[in-house]
């Protein structure tokens, strides 16, 4: 379970602090949570404060009770968090194979990693010794990247807007993929979106604007809000 207490982040601009989030109360313990809001309203930023990529300038972060404010982005993953980067890194000289073993923590087999593969879709002969660079495309390379954190099977897998840079027919495939990790995952999922199609894969939504905490419910109850336009600063969310 991961708990934000009261987390605040500001950054300063033209010599005076702006605050980006603001008293952020959110406790994270459904399978599958979409965190939304419009461009701007503090959405990634929260995702890398999270990750530990950004420190809060205050407020505490807890998984399953231990306070994990103060580590890094490493040492998280090794407590059991994973993140997804709007925009996978590219590894020239390692291939598909050794970034799902090496995510995997063991020394698998290919049978292992190749089925991995095909959990999100890939048919794996063609994929397994390829090179992680520029030949891939963003949808493959997405692909690739859930793959991994599926061979992690971490506590909390945080997805910084997975529809980022991909084309119409690669996001159709990646929303399949999420319905498959939805069901596979043994931890929480946690998707940063406006994506109206990720978004209702999820059990919970949370809305965040202007750098507050919102909204937050079922599915149910808040998707069809935001696609009525009633929550106030959340304009039908870019979709």
């Known amino acids: 379970m991961l708990e934000l207490q009261h987390i605040c982040y500001d950054v300063e601009q033209d010599g005076e602090d702006k605050g980006i989030l603001r008293d952020i109360d959110l406790t994270i ?109 963003g949808g493959e390379l997405k692909r690739i990247e859930i793959a991994m954190i599926m061979a992690r099977g971490t506590k909390l897998s945080v997805f910084d807007e997975p529809e980022a840079g991909i084309d119409l027919w690669s996001f159709s495939n990646l929303i399949q993929v999420f319905e498959h990790l939805h069901e596979k995952i043994n931890g929480s999922i946690l998707i940063i979106s406006h994506q109206e199609r990720i978004i209702q894969l999820a059990d919970e939504i949370v809305v965040v604007s202007g750098g507050e905490l919102k909204h937050r419910g079922s599915t149910e109850e808040i998707f069809p809000l935001i696609m009525a336009d009633t929550l106030g600063s959340c304009p039908v969310l870019n979709k």
């Open 29 to 137: 313990d459904e399978r599958f949570v979409a965190i939304t809001a419009p461009n701007g309203g503090g959405k990634s930023t929260l995702a890398k404060i999270i990750a530990g990529i950004y420190t809060p300038t205050s407020g505490r972060i807890l998984l399953d009770g231990e306070d994990i404010t103060g580590l890094d982005i490493t040492q998280r993953a090794h407590r059991g968090v994973s993140f997804a980067f709007q925009q996978p890194v590219r590894f020239k000289g390692l291939t598909v194979k050794d970034l799902i073993t090496l995510a995997s923590g063991k020394n698998i087999g290919v049978p292992e990693a190749c089925n991995y593969l095909s959990e999100v879709g890939l048919c794996a002969k063609d994929y397994i010794d390829r090179e992680v660079d520029g030949s891939l495309s």
